[in-house]
């Protein structure tokens, strides 16, 4: 059974990110938009309903809201703000409504109702007991309102409160909407982009495991290989003196010559995968076509069909971390393939990119299998005929180049590998 994780909250998506900035953005807007909607509504009742209103207490309040806004975005963008401020901007604003709704009738005023918005963003955005405690202001700032708040003088027509309140109910709305939407899409791109770097935290760290593998077998492994050529040198010199056979001669000099190559992988292995690429690296494709050649056995190299347009020279990426992808690519599909059939490697250029496509001849995988093809230590192969490691490594080093890796297979059709890369200039 797969246990799925229920959707966090949105107040544990703010704490989890630990970007407040995030809702404090969305409120700075609001608040603007509050300061120019308090001066219309300010300006109407005035100048058009006719009342009189305190004009002096509400400039103030309303330069009041202006300035600790600007204070707000200011330091916004000169430093990352802390978490508790966006109590402190929430409970400051249901005072500065409650000093409004006091200057201008008190419960008659039919925009109390934007008590409401400042609940529902403390619901959104803050934890339990601060939205409660938030809750809890309001409730007491329009219980006082009840009782304490100066009335209007003038007559309001019943239909300026009818409109009042349709305006009222649409901008309750259409704050909240607004102010959810924002910080929805603003969280959920910061969510994104934390599963993007934990994935990559995750492949480094599994990249500097690698590194550590490879340094400590070349390390341990040289011993005994030393140790192998000394004696494969002596048995040939033994057989040299002593009239030996041919064939123990060329045995013991093949095994000198096989030791010699596991040095040389070992110390590749070691440098290559803490190679840091650099993007501007070039690799010149005739050169990486006759490395590819040699590091293949002669059966191989003759089982291997390589189609390379004469007038693609050079592809932008490390000459020796992409001939070891594409080693690791063609050697799986002679793995794959029967015996002396032939293997592709077509490159062709395709919108400024070149591509390598490497196909085999082998029974496909199916769709769990292509899933999981590129996790380390993971393998189809028989035990003892591959670690698991070799997707994977291709898949490093296509991201640390720019490249973009795919694997294309059916069951029954064979599997083609897509390794692309930006063509150097």
């Known amino acids: 059974m797969i246990e799925v994780s229920p959707r966090p909250t949105f107040a544990a998506l703010v704490s989890e990110v630990q970007e407040p900035q995030i809702v404090l953005a969305a409120l700075g807007r609001m608040r603007w938009l509050a300061v120019v909607g308090q001066i219309l509504a300010t300006a109407v009742a005035v100048g058009g309903l006719k009342l009189r209103l305190p004009l002096t207490p509400i400039a103030a309040v309303i330069l009041i809201t202006a300035l600790s806004n600007a204070m707000l975005v200011t330091g916004m963008k000169i430093s990352r703000p802390p978490a508790w401020l966006i109590q402190v901007v929430l409970l400051l604003d249901v005072l500065l409504l409650t000093t409004l709704l006091y200057l201008t009738g008190g419960p008659q005023n039919p925009f109390a109702a934007l008590y409401l918005v400042h609940v529902a963003m403390a619901v959104i955005v803050l934890g339990a007991a601060w939205s409660w405690a938030v809750v809890g202001a309001v409730a007491i700032c329009y219980g006082l309102l009840l009782r304490y708040h100066l009335p209007l003088s003038g007559t309001l027509p019943h239909w300026a409160t009818v409109i009042g309140s349709w305006i009222a109910l649409a901008l309750v709305s259409v704050l909240i909407a607004g102010f959810i939407g924002r910080v929805t899409r603003s969280l959920r791109q910061r969510e994104h982009e934390l599963a993007i770097l934990r994935d990559h935290a995750a492949k480094n760290e599994q990249l500097a495991a690698l590194t550590t593998l490879a340094a400590g077998a070349a390390h341990e492994l040289n011993t005994p290989l030393g140790t192998i050529a000394v004696v494969a040198r002596?048995?040939?010199?033994?057989?040299?003196?002593?009239?030996?056979?041919?064939?123990?001669?060329?045995?013991?000099?093949?095994?000198?010559?096989e030791v010699d190559r596991c040095r040389q992988i070992l110390n590749r292995m070691r440098l290559d995968l803490g190679e840091e690429h650099s993007q501007r690296s070039t690799a010149q494709l005739d050169e990486l076509v006759a490395h590819l050649r040699e590091s293949l056995s002669d059966t191989d190299r003759d089982r291997l069909r390589i189609n390379c347009p004469s007038d693609i020279k050079s592809v932008r990426a490390p000459s020796r971390a992409l001939e070891q992808a594409l080693l690791v690519l063609v050697r799986n599909a002679f793995d794959a393939s029967p015996p002396n059939a032939h293997v592709?490697?077509?490159?062709?250029?395709?919108?400024?990119?070149?591509?390598?496509?490497?196909?085999?001849?082998?029974?496909?995988?199916?769709?769990?299998?292509?899933?999981?093809?590129?996790?380390?230590?993971?393998?189809?192969k028989e035990p003892g005929k591959g670690m698991g490691l070799g997707l994977f490594?291709?898949?490093?080093?296509?991201?640390?180049?720019?490249?973009?890796?795919?694997?294309?297979?059916?069951?029954?059709?064979?599997?083609?590998?897509?390794?692309?890369?930006?063509?150097?200039?």
């Open 234 to 257: 002596e048995l040939e010199l033994s057989c040299n003196s002593a009239g030996g056979s041919d064939s123990v001669i060329d045995d013991a000099q093949l095994i000198r010559r």
């Open 344 to 380: 592709a490697l077509d490159v062709t250029r395709q919108q400024g990119h070149i591509r390598f496509d490497i196909r085999d001849r082998g029974c496909g995988m199916s769709d769990d299998l292509l899933r999981r093809a590129g996790e380390p230590f993971f393998t189809t």
């Open 393 to 425: 490594l291709v898949r490093l080093v296509a991201e640390r180049c720019g490249a973009a890796f795919s694997l294309n297979s059916r069951l029954g059709e064979g599997t083609t590998c897509v390794f692309e890369l930006p063509e150097a200039n």
